[in-house]
Nanobody
């Protein structure tokens, strides 16, 4: 059974950086849409960044544009989220997601994805 595992979360001060990783096991998602979402306490899960299934074009939520970069290493079956210039409002649990059926081109809503990691906590202090 396919599994996604996030790592790399932690606590940083505002202005700092973190790099999150999402490693897939059990199968490859290299030709599937994948994305990062986040959920802050008391808030709904929100879209952060995604790859288009074919061509790897990237899309970002407006508040992270220019600060976050999504990338992936298909040989390692791993997706990354480089987060720079972190702000306290970036504090959340970050989840990686994949469309295991490899049918959508990309998605900015959580219901587009059916495989999810367990999440990794990112805390940014002011």
């Amino acid at each position: 059974q396919a599994q996604l595992v996030e790592s790399g979360g932690g606590s940083v001060q505002a202005g700092g950086s973190l790099r999150l990783s999402c490693t897939a096991s059990g199968r490859s998602f290299s030709n599937c849409a994948m994305a990062w979402f986040r959920q802050a306490p008391g808030k709904e899960r929100e879209f952060v960044a995604t790859f288009v299934r074919i061509g790897d074009r990237e899309y970002y939520e407006d508040s992270v544009k220019g600060r976050f970069t999504i990338s992936r290493d298909k040989a390692r079956n791993t997706m990354y989220l480089q987060m720079n210039s972190l702000k306290p409002e970036d504090t959340a649990v970050y989840f990686c997601a994949a469309d295991s059926r490899c049918t959508i081109d990309f998605g900015r809503v959580s219901r587009a994805y059916d495989s999810w990691g367990q999440g990794t906590q990112v805390t940014v202090s002011s």
